[in-house]
């Protein structure tokens, strides 16, 4: 069973940074075969697409996170990470990893990342 745990979300000031993290388990394939992502969902927002990275390594952002997010991988743990700078208010939301298998979505259970002005 695939599970995703993230963590490293709470509350910054505008300006501030934050890295998240998203530890996966129960798939036993190489990271290098995986294409896992990023989302966020504001109050009463639509879930939306932060940013994504293939299994080689390619990546890319949404709007809102190109120039101010970076997306990693640790192969070694396992580990997908989201480092965020430049934060503002208008970023605060819950973060989800999202990780894509054959079509199927597997999402954590979301990290809150309040900015306060």
């Known amino acids: 069973q695939v599970q995703l745990v993230e963590s490293g979300g709470g509350l910054v000031q505008a300006g501030g940074s934050l890295r998240l993290s998203c530890v996966v388990s129960g798939d036993t394939r190489s990271p290098t075969t995986w294409i896992m992502g990023w989302f966020r969902q504001a109050p009463g927002k639509e879930r939306e697409f932060v940013a994504a990275m293939s299994g080689g390594g390619r990546v890319v952002y949404g709007d809102s996170a190109r120039n101010r997010f970076t997306i990693t991988r640790d192969n070694a743990r396992r580990t997908l990470y989201l480092q965020m700078n430049s934060l503002k208010p208008e970023d605060t939301a819950v973060y989800y990893c999202?990780?894509?298998?054959?079509?199927?979505?597997?999402w954590g259970s979301g990290t809150q990342v309040t900015v306060s002005s």
């Open positions: 999202n990780h894509r298998i054959r079509n199927q979505d597997y």
